[in-house]
């Protein structure tokens, strides 16, 4: 059975620092493309950051030098380094783990909620 959970969420203040942690049981995730998402209220979910097996990463325009994606492929974990935070980032923020090509080997985990206070 595959599982991705999610955590590291919480309350911070403006211009405070989360780091969300992803870790996956049941597949081999070293080999997966793993997304960070994050939706609002009322909002589509968005894609935040990916990184892909060899390490490569992508980051919205709106978190770029801001959030920091890495991966620990002995841990089983994809960590989210988010500083700077600002109100507008509060969302819950989800993984994904997915294969290209491969729309079956798509996964996700239950989310975790970010709140930045003002």
């Known amino acids: 059975q595959v599982q991705l959970v999610e955590s590291g969420g919480g309350l911070v203040q403006n211009g405070g620092s989360l780091r969300l942690s992803c870790t996956a049981s049941?597949?081999?995730?070293?080999?997966?493309?793993v997304g960070w998402y994050r939706q609002a209220p009322g909002k589509q979910r968005e894609l935040v950051a990916a990184?892909?097996?060899?390490?490569?990463?992508n980051y919205a325009d709106s978190v770029r030098g801001r959030f920091t994606i890495s991966r620990d492929n002995v841990k089983n974990t994809v960590y989210l380094q988010m500083n700077s935070l600002k109100p507008e980032d509060t969302a819950v923020y989800s993984c994904?783990?997915?294969?290209?090509?491969?729309?079956?080997?798509?996964?996700w985990g239950q989310g975790t909620q970010v709140t930045v206070s003002s």
């Open positions: 990184i892909t097996a060899s390490g490569q990463t």
């Open positions: 049941g597949i081999i995730f070293s080999i997966y493309v």
């Open positions: 994904n783990a997915g294969r290209l090509g491969m729309p079956n080997s798509n996964y």
